[in-house]
């Protein structure tokens, strides 16, 4: 039933995303692309924690730090190439992301969490306290990344349509991606790591690579999101990289749903919206989202996607299984 | 730098290693006896700290503040356990993280409301004021090293509770097997509920003697938290004698990384750097000894 109840569903979704733009105004357009944002950070931390099992409490370093990268690429002369600074940030917090994977995944548990933490306030403080990045202030982007297609029309990120256009591609691009790599063998190998990490090293898989490859493809992914965050305002701060971002987007995927690729997308959403509602309520809203946060934690820690298909989780490992 | 202002900054890092020691004893207590990992710990010290500042002016003396603090806080810790907390002890770490990280949230806004945003002071008490001196310009507070010598007497009084008291050994049992335990007749959740007390008062008590010579503000919950993450980490988690080895190392390494001048490639880039040298020293311990100090096994 959910089978058809998807096929319509899909179409129907995808042709109101695009056609936000022309429902809504600038401030709700700018709104729902900063969901669209969060949705990429949200999924890429749940690469991690859903999928393979790592509780991260530092992934906000490399949405940051790509954030960081692009800023310190701008130059007052003009605009950068889109294709080449999105590159750079790609790769350059995938590094990052190879350089403290191959670290962090020595540890397992909640020692693995205390290390993720400590290389995120790490960068935190090298961004914070030196001056070379702005300080406590952070940085402005000269301009926003640009590029032209032969001399007739050139990207414009400031404008909110434009940008908002550019976040839904990129957002579809990386769900795509997280699901084509989950439904590899590959994904087969990383739910195994998940499921029972003894067993899958006695089938002769090197885990902690095949951990290490997630990790960094995690972040990369990250980066994405950060590169974007960081030109719809063209503004970076440290709090970018904090690890009050990094708790807060892991409350994101739960409250979505853990492991399942719909759950970052309802749980970033619908976040946003009620703390969106909170704020219009009272200036303490975040005693509300709090609140909501411990209920989730005491009564519904399958997230909102287990509410809504109770099964989700398993009729998705069932289908992996079934495939090929 | 002289011999003096190396003795001075010496105390002032170990004074602040041994209030760390307060709040990371705590943490370090709850998770290896009752599994569970706080992250709201730091609240309860950001709480101590604004209770003192709110009853020093309710009461008019610090004693009394201090004293109706240690009290309110010991039943904040019994509540908290009974709503929240012992619903955890069977869940995953990261129910656990949620649950705690909406504390915060909670706990932060419920400061606002109460006792507003401002960054308050509280003065030191009569009897502590005035400073030892050591040379002509140089002299050292009383209440630095009163402070000092109340963390120390506290952590005596923590060792002999939990090694030599028929209350400890329940404690220890309850750490090394909760169903033997059980099974002999002790109660569990009596034992988890005095824990749990006990880790909430130590952090609000190391608020309330800090915030005469910190100021009050907002955001010293969260800042104090993640430094005591890094001390139960450093010293292995669930040991006491770790947290207090690893909490004084720290204070020293926070102290001296802020006055050492230490100029690399023309950049002076201790002070600055100072902020990262603990977590620096963190991601070092994790990768050669990934249970810590005096931690037992990975698990």
Partial sequence: MSRSLNKCLIPVLVLSLLLVPFL???FYIQFISKILVMIIFASSLNLLVGYTGLVSLGHAAFFGFSGYVLALLSNPDGPSNFFLSLTICIVATGCLGLIIGALVLRT??????????????????????????????????DHRPSFQILDYWQLDLSSVTQFYYVALVMMAISLFLIRTMLSSPYGRVINGIRINEHRTTALGYNTYLFKLVNFTVAAMIASLAGFLAAAQFGVVNPEMVGWHLSGHVLMMVIFGGLGTLLGPILGAASMMFLEEIFQVITKHWQLMTGIVIVGVALFMPRGLAGIRFPSSVDKQTNKENHSS | MSDYTLLIQMMNGVQYGLLLFLIASGLTLIFGIMGVINIAHGSFYMVGAYLAWSLTGLTG??????????VLSIILGVILEWIFIRFLYDKNHLQQVLLTYGLILIFSELRSILWGDDVHSVAIPSILEGTFQLTESLSYPFYRLWLSLVCIAIA???????????????VRAGESNREMTVALGINIGFIYRFVFALGVSLAAFAGMIASPVSSVFPGMGNQVLIVSFVVVVIGGLGSIKGALLAAILVGLLDTFGKVVQFDLLGMNI???????????LMAIILIVRPQGIFGASTK
């Fill in chain 1, 108 to 141: 397992r548990g909640i020692f693995f969490i205390m290390a993720t933490l400590a290389f995120g306030e790490m960068l935190f403080y090298l961004l914070h306290d030196t001056d070379f990045a702005g300080g406590s202030d952070g940085m402005y982007l």
């Fill in chain 2, 61 to 70: 003396g610090f004693w009394s503040a201090l004293a109706l603090g240690v």
């Fill in chain 2, 270 to 280: 201790f002070p600055s750097l100072s902020g990262m040298s603990i977590f620096l």
């Fill in chain 1, 24 to 26: 809504f105004d600038r």
């Fill in chain 2, 156 to 170: 005596g009084l923590m060792y002999f509770l939990i090694s030599h008291t028929r209350l400890g050994m329940m």
